[in-house]
DNA sequence: TTGTAGGCGTTATCAC
DNA sequence: GTGATAACGCCTACAA
């Protein structure tokens, strides 16, 4: 079927074993032998079969990177910074839309040296713990697992919002996220909402939490047309990019402008805002320092298990948009 | 280190080839030793070795999807689908994000049984034509190409909705799209555009064509700019997603009322356009439709190479959103 | 019904 | 430098 290096070997004269060794650059064969090999391999067209390779050398440089909800597009940025980083370090890597468990068990098949684990919020569907055998990281969902993880500090980037937006001069601040009691990265955001604005010495009233039943910006539209019908902040903090752009929706319905009548701070600050009608200032943690963090955290995993920490907190920083700017005086 | 068949053996008190058909669900083999060594392999935490499986038997039941664009928002579904449905047939699907040709490559190598490939527009990188020896499967660019293709017919899409302009009672029709020369794809919108226009007897003057130098939302943005403030169409046609995504933006920013002050048809018929502040009408393909094709043409090309024929175009529907309304007289 | 042996494509360890 | 040869984990005749 498929050429083999045995194929190369008939073609080239030599035998497999020198094949081999040239194949992988080795210095144990002469050059002529070597380029000799190499041009068969070429006319051949020959792709070395990694299910022999793994099968021996029980490495695949191959990273997996689990990613069920790839409609999530907050994450695109993060793969493929992930991919470039990983392809940098020589390693292949291939992405699995299934659940948890189910491509865990698959790159487990496959043999893959280490696996990323993409969690969303509360879907912990944690793989088979027994699954020990091959270096996991996941990204974002603190507590439950056994894995290490790469979690964001949602409470920092909370505080930094409130900050920003106080120094604006906003007292009548809301925040719009999910309440949902089993998502603790949410849970963070709102503590850390009530813990700045204490902190700031300002009140914080039930009314001024818009409490959304889920992620998807349909969720955040209908918690901002609430909010700012019965009250009336002049500045709002998102807990999610697909929230903002369920706010901005809603404020566009009630001829809100923004940041005119209204500032707002968004989470996460990913290319896809770009193409938003508002340019949003936001908090979260740069893409590039998560990703290269992701990486080598991994890696090092990899090479030495247990080399790093249970929980790795990245720490988040404002990027100015145009969504806030002071408050109107008496609107 | 991990749980091979001889594991099992042992600690079942069988042979380990025994073992193998007792994992196959051979009927060769006693129901009583079957069940005891299932519970061996259970306790173990057995996890088949793909490798050596797929090196055996030289069929991995894998697919691999080749997406090097995966911001490309108004694929996910797509994909999301289509795994789906290839795991209802029992095959697992690994996603890459490199460039094709990479991809291919490393698939062949793990010896997927297929492959499919998303290529964007003009970035036709194809993969080693000599790598013929993998079912390839691709989706949206003609020509070119060896393998065989999945396209949708874009001239009848576009031919859609200037029918359901004209119906609508439009006459001042606009087109915004690529008319780069080099993307198959997008030249295919544009002359279907003409024609349409043409059989309703609807003239066609160059200004009335926006010309976009991507497929961004930017530059969906900059071409409605110009052209709505250019001439005044009462209707446009969009190329694409995210070129609709820049329509709304300038529509916005020039006070234009959608559907009122202009109706707009955008290009696929996907999820994300939920997300947006105006539900789009839109012509293309439903997903799931395209999904469907798209799995049933690869695995019965892995069944039986040349088993399909070459290019294999679907035939596209329009959406009702609440982007298209009649004109107002005089406006 | 179960066990034995050969081989899948590759690397690694030896002799030559 | 180069060429046999033994693994790697699994499947599949074929033998017992």
Chains 1, 2 share one sequence.
Do not use: C
Not at 298 to 316: V, Y
């Amino acid at each position: 079927m498929s050429v083999t290096i045995k194929d190369i070997a008939k073609e080239s004269g030599v035998s497999y074993s020198t094949v081999s060794k040239a194949l992988n650059d080795s210095p144990l064969v002469k050059p002529d032998t070597k380029k000799k090999v190499l041009q068969a391999a070429e006319m051949l067209g020959y792709t070395p079969n990694f299910a022999a390779k793994n099968l021996v050398s029980k490495k695949s440089r191959t990273i997996g990177l689990v990613w069920p909800a790839i409609d999530r597009a907050a994450l695109t940025a993060l793969v493929s910074k992930i991919n470039e980083l990983v392809t940098a370090q020589n390693y292949f890597m291939i992405l699995s839309v299934d659940a948890a468990d189910k491509a865990v068990g698959m790159f487990k098949g496959f043999q893959v040296d280490g696996i990323v684990i993409f969690e969303e919020g509360k879907e912990t569907k944690l793989p088979p713990q027994a699954a020990a055998s091959v270096p996991i990281l996941t990204y974002g969902v603190s507590g439950e697992h056994v894995h290490p993880i790469i979690d964001v500090n949602h409470r920092k980037a909370i505080h930094l919002a409130v900050q920003h937006l106080t120094e604006l001069g906003h007292s009548s601040i809301s925040f719009i996220g999910s309440t949902d009691p089993g998502d603790k990265r949410q849970e963070e955001k709102l503590s850390g909402f009530y813990e700045a604005m204490n902190f700031s010495g300002l009140s914080v009233s039930e009314e001024r939490i818009g409490s959304t039943n889920g992620l998807s910006w349909y969720d955040g539209y209908l918690a901002a047309r609430k909010l700012l019908t019965d009250s009336k902040p002049t500045a709002l903090i998102s807990g999610s990019y697909d929230i903002s752009v369920g706010i901005l929706r809603a404020a566009k319905e009630l001829n809100i402008r923004i940041p005119e009548d209204l500032s707002v701070i968004s989470y996460d600050n990913i290319p896809q805002m770009a193409s938003l009608e508002t340019e949003l200032t936001s908090v979260g943690v740069p893409i590039d320092s998560l990703a290269e963090k992701m990486v080598s955290s991994l890696l090092s995993l990899i090479q030495q298990p247990d080399s790093i920490s249970h929980t790795q907190l990245m720490e988040p920083e404002l990027a100015a948009g145009k969504s806030a700017a002071p408050p109107k005086k008496h609107l």
